[in-house]
């Protein structure tokens, strides 16, 4: 709490500085940008502090209007905004991304969450996909379907995730409360966007969906399904029918399964004679009610006391305040569990990670059951590089410390 107060007290003390300029910064290409944070004038200190209180934010535009996004590969796509009329630019809003179906487009599954989102005061952001350049680490009938329509990305650099990066640039988004849901298509991405950076999420909603993959030349459909492993405090809602012809019933039971295993929270809407059309769109439809209602009460801890995180690829490898960057074998692992004196840390041998701190935290760390004797680098290369792997305000940090496990 002393720690929160300090962080808010400052910010309030250096708000006469630039964080519209540091935000700037932060949001432009990577090159030259440590020396341009280091040159505004602000301390490290102060500079962790602005990033963490979060923009400067004035009115904006209200309704439903649509803009463009550009990846960091080069590709362009439209992104579509729907803003709540209770929007209030003081008050941190819920935000819920939704993923289209294949062959379609977003405004036409504004009638199986729009109104929700309306109803409940959320920012609706729903992106548009576009063929992949590289479809590689998609199964191989998903490759074929690419080749001639379009797929949602997996990687980091996903339109779901950038439209997420635009609406918080222009809204005030309570990053604690985002929800991540999709159709079909945007079902398959659903479920692993939300298992592979489960850490930006508070809960996902899955319509006649997939299940999770992996790349192919890498890993099995047993690795893939390890991604599940990181839903722990993520709840899901599902809906899929059983007479389902495009995508098969099959799928839900097997990542039903895999929860049950674990013992996650989800809320599963099985119904019959429904195809792959569910009835789910409409004001007042009781199912879709159901899923916010379920969901609706979900909320992020962007620091907790403990947590599992799996990863498949290192662009994945990032979970709150651990970033896995080398480990033996196809699936990386880590576990985690922090207290009031430091973070006890299990992984493979050979796993090599980065533990972000608090400036003022000087931990014990417990790596494979013994005490490491590391020194943290601080600096405005931290802070930036913690700033790219997650452009959320309360997952920067500006010191880290690299472990390996022996």
Excluded at 21 to 48: R, V, Y
Excluded at 197 to 224: C, I, K, N, Q
Aim: hydrophobic share 40%; charged share 25%; proline share 5%.
């Amino acid at each position: 709490m002393l720690r929160l107060y300090l962080v808010f007290l400052c910010a309030a003390f250096c708000g006469a500085q630039t964080p519209s300029s540091l935000f700037e910064i932060l949001d432009a290409p990577e090159s030259g940008a440590p020396a341009s944070l280091e040159g505004l004038g602000t301390t490290l200190e102060e500079a962790l502090s602005l990033v963490r209180a979060g923009r400067e934010l004035g009115d904006a535009r209200r309704g439903h209007f649509r803009t463009t996004l550009t990846s960091r590969a080069g590709v362009e796509s439209k992104l579509e905004i729907w803003l709540p009329d209770s929007y209030d630019p003081a008050t941190p809003a819920p935000a819920m991304i939704f993923l289209h179906g294949l062959n379609d487009k977003p405004k036409s599954f504004w009638p199986i969450v729009g109104h929700e989102c309306a109803r409940r005061g959320w920012i609706l952001i729903m992106p548009r996909a576009q063929r992949l350049v590289d479809a590689g680490d998609l199964p191989m009938h998903l490759q074929l379907v690419n080749t001639f329509n379009h797929w949602w990305s997996y990687r980091a650099d996903n339109f779901g995730l950038l439209g997420l990066e635009w609406a918080q640039r222009h809204y005030n988004i309570d990053t604690d409360r985002v929800f991540l849901g999709g159709y079909s298509m945007g079902g398959y991405a659903t479920w692993n966007l939300g298992s592979r950076f489960h850490d930006r999420f508070a809960g996902l909603m899955v319509f006649a969906g997939g299940e999770v993959s992996g790349t192919p030349a890498r890993h099995s459909r047993d690795d893939a399904y390890r991604l599940l492993e990181n839903l722990a405090s993520t709840p899901v809602f599902l809906s899929h029918s059983r007479e389902d012809d495009v995508v098969a019933f099959a799928a839900a039971e097997s990542m039903l399964a895999a929860l049950d295993a674990q013992g996650f929270a989800y809320q599963a809407d099985i119904v019959e004679g429904e195809g792959h059309r569910l009835q789910v769109h409409g004001e007042d439809n009781p199912r879709n009610q159901a899923a916010f209602a379920f969901l609706a009460d979900g909320r992020r801890d962007p620091a907790p006391a403990s947590f599992h995180h799996v990863a498949l690829e290192p662009e994945h490898g990032a979970a709150y305040n651990l970033q896995l960057l080398a480990w033996p074998g196809a699936v990386g692992e880590v576990r985690c569990e922090r207290s009031d004196i430091g973070y006890r840390i299990d992984c493979p041998s050979g796993t090599e990670l980065w533990l972000y701190l608090e400036l003022d935290e000087t931990p014990t760390i417990e790596l494979n059951g013994r005490t490491v004797d590391a020194q943290p680098e601080q600096g405005w290369e931290v802070l930036l590089e913690s700033w790219r792997t997650h452009r959320d305000p309360r997952l920067c940090y500006a010191r880290r410390v690299r472990l390996r496990a022996e």
